[in-house]
């Protein structure tokens, strides 16, 4: 078994498939579930993908990998421009030396105004948006990348 890592989704990702899928696709959040598992062992990571519309639970969930010393790969989605609750909880995470790497499915930058800023991005190792599901194994490359060389 590898280094845990843990795969957190904000609000309406489970809504994946059904949500706007001329800007979110067909894949549903079992696909990205099923795809996030194969690239972590791929990796040498033990991937965990969870999600969650209430924002107390994803902040416990940072509160959490603060704890157990767990990297984190967030879609903070809609949370993403205005939780400075997550936004606290995940700084945590990277003041506690662990990585957490920001990704969003579409391009905030290419949508709606309120979409293009975030309050996670200052507080986060990277960030990747834009490119699908494959954003997710980018990051989780990235996260494997930054374990082997700490």
């Known amino acids: 078994m590898g280094t845990r890592v843990v795969v957190v989704n ?3 990702l489970g809504r994946l498939g059904v949500r706007e899928p001329d800007v979110y696709g067909h894949l549903d959040l079992e696909a990205l579930r099923r795809d996030c598992t194969t690239w972590g062992s791929e990796l040498g990571l033990d991937v965990e993908v969870r999600q969650s ?4 639970q994803v902040i416990s969930w940072m509160h959490q990998a603060v704890d157990e010393r767990t990297p984190v790969v ?4 809609a949370f993403t421009h205005y939780s400075y609750g997550l936004a606290d909880a995940a700084a ?15 391009n905030p930058a290419s949508r709606e105004a309120f979409r293009r800023h975030s309050v996670i991005s200052p507080v986060a190792t990277g ?11 980018l990051a989780l490359e990235s996260v494997a990348h930054l374990i082997e060389r700490s």
Do not use: C, K, W
């Not at 967030?74 to 989605?77: K, V």
């Not at 990277?94 to 990704?103: D, I, N, R, S």
């Not at 960030?127 to 194994?137: A, C, E, Q, S, V």
């Open 10 to 12: 904000g609000p309406n």
């Open 127 to 137: 960030t990747i948006t834009g490119l699908g599901f494959y954003g997710y194994r």
């Open 74 to 77: 967030m879609n903070p989605a």
């Open 92 to 106: 945590q995470v990277t003041e506690a030396g662990l990585p957490l790497m920001e990704v969003h499915i579409s």
């Open 53 to 56: 519309d209430d924002e107390g």
